[in-house]
């Protein structure tokens, strides 16, 4: 069996390698020390155009004051509404019911309700306008169906 004979290197190829490293740390060096500047000078003029010239002690007092205001949640709620319709389906018959917004307002979602569930649905989805949600129903054989079709609106 042959085993590798290990070939020791010339001092030449040491001194070339050590210069070689010398020289490429060298030029990441260089390329560092005029980089970082370069950033900090951009975040800082960066971070100054997202104050608006404004110190400290003015942005803290504007968020206290921010803390005090209702939240966002509070003006959502008036964005959203829910419609309804009545239904009633005699025994074995079957239709479509729309519950509508108001005018301006898109259809966003919606069901239907049926108490004694009796009416079962095969399609519920906007209008082609989406002015409204429409529910198509099916009542059982038993008995009749009442309830109410509803239509959550966004404005």
């Not at 069996?1 to 990441?28: K, N, Q």
């Not at 949640?73 to 419609?83: E, H, I, P």
């Not at 025994?91 to 259809?107: I, L, N, V, Y």
């Amino acid at each position: 069996m042959h085993l590798g004979t290990s070939r020791r290197l010339s001092p030449a190829f040491v001194v070339a390698m050590i210069a070689l490293f010398v020289a490429l740390g060298g030029t990441a060096g260089a390329v560092a020390t005029q980089a970082v500047p370069l950033a900090k000078r951009a975040l800082t003029a960066d971070n100054a155009k997202k104050l608006g010239g404004r110190t400290s002690a003015q942005i803290v007092s504007q968020a206290a004051r921010a803390a005090q205001a209702p939240g966002p949640a509070s003006t959502a709620s008036g964005l959203v509404t829910v419609k309804t319709a009545p239904f009633a389906l005699p025994a074995g018959e079957q239709g479509e019911f729309s519950a509508t917004c108001d005018a301006g307002q898109k259809a966003v979602g919606g069901g239907y309700d049926n108490p004694a569930g009796t009416a079962f649905s095969f399609d519920t989805r906007p209008t082609s306008n989406g002015g409204a949600w429409s529910v198509y129903l099916v009542a059982s054989d038993a008995s009749a169906a009442i309830g109410s079709v509803f239509a959550v609106c966004l404005r």
